[in-house]
């Protein structure tokens, strides 16, 4: 795992960045707006793939609309921006600017449906955010560079595989919300061993040139990244926007930092007490998980109107429907709508 790999929700790319020393004149404002718009696209992306999923479209049918491809294109050009941000900035900069996808998919997503995020969402972002932030500033590897060998990276691939599967065979007879939580897990895994095969991809293909890329190991990343879609995709179905990104964003570098641990040897820059502060970092964003999980609250039912008031209007200044309200004896009140057609009284 490089330390120039950023944790998104369309996947870890690999960068050198340079180190802050080196920075000329200018760059760090540069590697900023670039880490802003990267969010901003991974953004746009989440909210097109999450309003495709509100609807009874089947997945695969989803592939054939002009929209899916729209969010594809928009997580690649996140990618891209990425790339650009980390060749002007440090990772200590870029990598925390990487959660205001989930901040500025809240708002987009709410905007297109015309309604304001819920005070509940906003607290849920925060909380993710905040955690995450710490997060991803403790757990990034005390040395960096390496690269998984090929028999490391089948290893990674075979156990990520039945982590996948696992998770989606927990989350084919789950509720909603864990359902959501458990397929965007396996989501963030499946980019996250996406991006350790990009490494190894991107060294055989320095080594050995075009021959590097035809290799078993290039479609088992092409396959692993095709999976952290389609599951993020599956994962937005019927549980909202932001909860799913949450855990995508969340799960991505744990993964990560789990594979780069385990399989290269690497060391966290925390230490013991910044494993304590990792996991009660771990919890906050866990907790903003499950508020943003929770349904919006209900709009206040508008207040009943008067039958006094109701159809009331001033001489001469009828011009729609009113509503004439009447007893009945014997019987509950009766509304009429009556078309207004001129003048009171004309």
């Not at 002007?88 to 905007?111: C, D, K, M, R």
């Not at 309604?115 to 993710?128: E, I, M, P, S």
């Not at 040139?209 to 179905?237: D, E, H, K, N, W």
């Not at 007893?327 to 078309?339: I, Y």
Request: hydrophobic share 55%.
């Amino acid at each position: 795992m490089n330390t120039g790999d950023l944790p998104t929700p369309g996947g870890l790319l690999a960068a050198a960045p340079l180190p802050a020393g080196d920075l000329p004149a200018g760059a760090l404002l540069i590697s900023v707006a670039l880490a802003v718009a990267s969010a901003g696209a991974y953004a746009l992306g989440a909210v097109l793939q999450q309003r495709l999923a509100a609807g009874p479209a089947p997945l695969l049918r989803l592939m054939t609309r002009r929209g899916w491809w729209y969010s594809v294109a928009l997580n690649g050009a996140g990618g891209l921006l990425h790339v650009g941000a980390l060749a002007y900035g440090p990772l200590s900069v870029v990598q925390p600017l990487g959660v205001l996808t989930l901040v500025l998919a809240l708002p987009i997503g709410a905007f297109l449906v015309g309604r304001r995020v819920a005070a509940v969402h906003w607290r849920g972002a925060l909380a993710t955010v905040a955690g995450l932030v710490v997060l991803l500033l403790l757990i990034a590897p005390a040395s960096g560079g390496e690269s998984l060998g090929t028999g490391g990276a089948w290893t990674v691939v075979a156990v990520a595989t039945a982590a996948v599967v696992t998770l989606c065979l927990l989350a084919r007879g789950a509720r909603p919300a864990l359902r959501a939580v458990l397929y965007a897990t396996a989501s963030g895994v499946s980019f996250a061993v996406a991006s350790a095969l990009t490494q190894t991809v991107t060294r055989r293909f320095a080594e050995d040139g075009t021959a590097g890329l035809l290799s078993p190991l290039s479609v088992a990343l092409a396959a692993m990244a095709t999976a952290g879609l389609l599951l993020s995709q599956v994962a937005y179905r019927g549980s909202g926007l932001g909860a799913p990104l949450a855990v995508v964003t969340l799960s991505n570098p744990v993964a990560s930092a789990v594979i780069g641990v385990t399989m290269l040897g690497e060391g966290s820059v925390a230490g013991f007490a910044g494993a304590l502060v990792a996991l009660a970092a771990a919890a906050l964003a866990a907790h903003g998980v499950v508020l943003l999980s929770r349904p919006a609250p209900a709009p206040a039912p508008p207040a009943p109107v008067p039958a006094g008031v109701a159809g009331h209007a001033e001489p001469g200044t009828a011009t729609g429907p009113a509503i004439i309200v009447a007893p009945v004896a014997a019987g509950p009140v009766v509304a009429e709508a009556v078309e207004a057609t001129g003048p009171a009284g004309g």
